[in-house]
């Protein structure tokens, strides 16, 4: 097995997380999003496979969350359908206060999973803007790497 043949995960393990280039494309395990002044993060799924369960994860450093009147630092949102939408405040915002985000897969009744096999992310800029992405998931269960396991666009309003 050559270098660039290892599963995702050993990748990620040895480089400490950081982004590599699989097959011309940067994978990422997580990314990071400023919010700076925004007040709203807004997720559009747009496609999901149905085996696995797939689901979002969103978690704050120096910032809340806020749904539905109740504040958090981080939620995870499963996609039982598509296309669906969810949109959560931001409150108690520092000036280095970002949005860290990942995908993960179900194990068992929505124990979630990441970081296993083949799982990664792309990530592509919607209209030139940082604070508008794209992203597509990876499940890492699988052989495939195509990337089409969970598609959903972030952003940071």
Known sequence: MSKDDRPFVD???????KPFIYDGRLVHYSVRVPVGQRKRVSVHAKSAIKRPLQAICIATNNCLLKFGGKKSKSATCWIEYVPIEFEAEIVNAKPDAELI?????????????????????????????????????????????????LVFELEVI
């Not at 990748?11 to 997380?17: I, L, M, N, V």
């Not at 096999?117 to 990876?138: A, P, Y």
Request: aromatic fraction near 8%; hydrophobic fraction near 35%; include cysteine.
């Open 11 to 17: 990748r990620f393990f040895e480089s400490g997380h």
């Open 101 to 149: 985000i990942w995908h993960a897969v179900e194990s068992g009744h929505r124990n979630s999973i990441y970081g296993i096999g083949d799982m990664g992310m792309l990530v592509e800029l919607v209209q030139e803007s940082k604070d508008h992405i794209l992203i597509r998931c990876n499940s890492g269960v699988d052989t495939k790497k195509d990337f089409k396991s």
